[in-house]
């Protein structure tokens, strides 16, 4: 009851927050309440980073799936892609000018509501004194003494009353969580130098998928005494299980991925890193495939040349012989059917382009809600048929009829984007509109629609706020560069089948196989699994 109770006030404050328009929301943890968590968390058996104790500033708890609450923004972006130029448009100066400001992408989600707590390191008794001294009367929950109503109650009976041992008193469950938050700090720092050292070839948020290549022994191997040698193995794993969960969280459908799932995945795809001296033949003899957290890890072989040259004296940090796919999980038979989204009819006849805004903040009339479609996709629809939509999973059974409904010049561009964005079994894990008629409409997130349906239905989609922290954003494809205010942003609209066939006109890619490198250039290369190569 305490946990549901807990979930329904911060969305509430949730709620509450996003229609006033309030991006910052202070809570008044203090020392006490920090204590009891920690104890708390020793009880449960948590170690290392799990006794950090409650944080000073997070996301918003408790929202997930919440627009315009939890990591996503309530501001109405009437942005579509007939505003943005392509990234064909622009010459190189402005591309360049363009990937040089600032590195936020307009059409990923971004903001969302943030939690501060300035008052952990007061104690209760301090704050009453603080309220008694200026007057204010210090209110407090009667239920909060009573330690039949909960785990908590329990706790903060036992240290009220001292009874504890000194290791499990307030002093020390506070001292432990300082030294616990300085080692967490300490491993992210370095997991985020880690990451930054990663050469991120593709991030396609069309489908959501990651082509990377991992640095490789990067922690400098010293001659260390054996006794030591368990410690550093496990600071090792501990640094790029951080690396992991960073990386994951670009393409993973979860909330939050923890660092105990990945790091069953860190032995898998760094073995160095299990032994201060290791086989090199361990590594190549690795299952080349790996599942986590809703995630696949795909091991191939690369042609591709590293971001440094060979001829440079400066050594390379960087995986000389691999690089990851990393994708999302196709998801089960039995998830997939009882996945699905119903947007309702608009029942009106006016373009949803020349109309206002509701009375809601950031929601457009006629427009659904913004849904998040497998932790990974916001999107909204205007369904001005006189049947239900429906937003549920691309499936093999709809690509045939899908490609019938298309013209002949779509359907060969979505034939070569499909390929390309979505090989294999990715493309099942695509978001899907499915019209009143039980018949894919459209793929929101590759911009492609069936024909002859303009005007009955329209889409807006952004992909789930992430942090690609001091990469170029150029390697996120999917995207338009917008010189307004110079940021750029993800296109993808059903108008974007029109952009595309008038792209396909100009260049004639077909007749262009044999184009120089230089040309190649921002152009999403394609993986032959049969030959183990790659193409263009």
Not at 363 to 381: A, C, E, M, N, T
Request: glycine share 6%; aromatic share 6%; hydrophobic share 35%.
């Amino acid at each position: 009851m305490a946990s549901r109770a807990r979930t329904l006030r911060y969305k509430a404050l949730g709620l509450a927050c996003r229609d006033e328009g309030i991006d910052s929301l202070l809570l008044a943890h203090h020392e006490d309440d920090q204590a009891e968590t920690v104890l708390m968390r020793l009880a449960d058996g948590h170690i290392g980073t799990g006794l950090q104790g409650i944080q000073s500033s997070t996301e918003i708890p408790e929202c997930f799936g919440i627009h315009g609450v939890h990591r996503s923004s309530a501001a109405v972006h009437r942005t579509t892609n007939r505003e943005l130029p392509s990234p064909h448009e622009l010459d190189s100066n402005d591309l360049e000018q363009e990937t040089s400001r600032e590195k936020s992408c307009n059409a990923l989600e971004s903001h969302g509501i943030k939690i501060y707590r300035p008052l952990l390191s007061f104690s209760k008794k301090r704050l009453e004194a603080t309220c008694l001294w200026l007057g204010t009367s210090w209110v407090e929950d009667v239920t909060n003494k009573d330690p039949t109503l909960g785990p908590r109650n329990v706790v903060r009976s036992l240290l009220q009353q001292g009874r504890l041992p000194r290791a499990l008193q307030k002093p020390s469950l506070l001292t432990l969580a300082a030294k616990s938050r300085v080692k967490a700090v300490e491993c992210t720092s370095i997991a985020e130098k880690e990451f930054a050292k990663c050469e991120i070839l593709i991030l396609d948020v069309r489908s959501g998928g990651v082509i990377i290549r991992f640095p490789r022994r990067n922690l400098t191997a010293k001659s260390i005494p054996e006794e030591y040698a368990g410690h550093e193995i496990r600071r090792r794993k501990s640094i790029f299980a951080s690396l992991l969960r960073r990386i994951i969280d670009l393409v993973t459908p979860l909330e939050k991925t923890t660092l105990q799932k990945v790091a069953l995945a860190v032995d898998h795809i760094f073995p160095e890193l299990a032994k201060i001296e290791y086989n090199e033949l361990d590594r190549h003899l690795k299952d080349p495939t790996i599942t986590i957290a809703g995630v696949n890890f795909q091991r191939l072989v690369s042609p591709l040349s590293t971001s440094i040259p060979k001829k440079s004296k400066k050594p390379n940090p960087l995986d000389p012989d691999y690089i990851w796919m990393i994708t999302r999980q196709p998801p089960t038979a039995t998830f997939r059917k009882s996945y699905a989204i119903s947007i309702p009819s608009a029942n009106r006849s006016p373009s949803p382009a020349q109309d206002g805004l509701s009375n809601t903040r950031g929601h457009r009339r006629g427009w659904s809600p913004w849904h998040l479609f497998d932790g990974r996709y916001w999107i909204q629809v205007f369904n001005n048929t006189t049947q239900p939509m429906t937003i549920r999973f691309f499936a093999e059974a709809d690509m045939r009829p899908f490609r019938l409904s298309l013209s002949d010049k779509t359907r060969r561009y979505f034939d070569e984007l499909i390929k390309a964005v979505a090989p294999g079994k990715v493309r099942w894990t695509l978001p899907a509109l499915v019209g009143g008629d039980g018949l894919i409409w459209a793929l929101p997130s590759l911009g492609v629609g069936r024909d002859g349906l303009k005007g009955k239905f329209e889409w807006e989609i952004r992909y789930k706020k992430i942090d690609i922290g001091r990469h170029d954003p150029a390697v996120i494809h999917g995207c338009a560069f917008r010189k307004q205010k110079g940021q750029h942003g993800i296109v993808s609209t059903n108008s974007i089948v029109e952009q595309n066939e008038k792209l396909r006109e100009q260049e004639d890619i077909k007749g262009n196989m044999q184009r120089e490198a230089e040309s190649l250039r921002g152009k999403t290369p394609v993986f032959n699994a049969a030959k183990r190569n790659w193409s263009w």
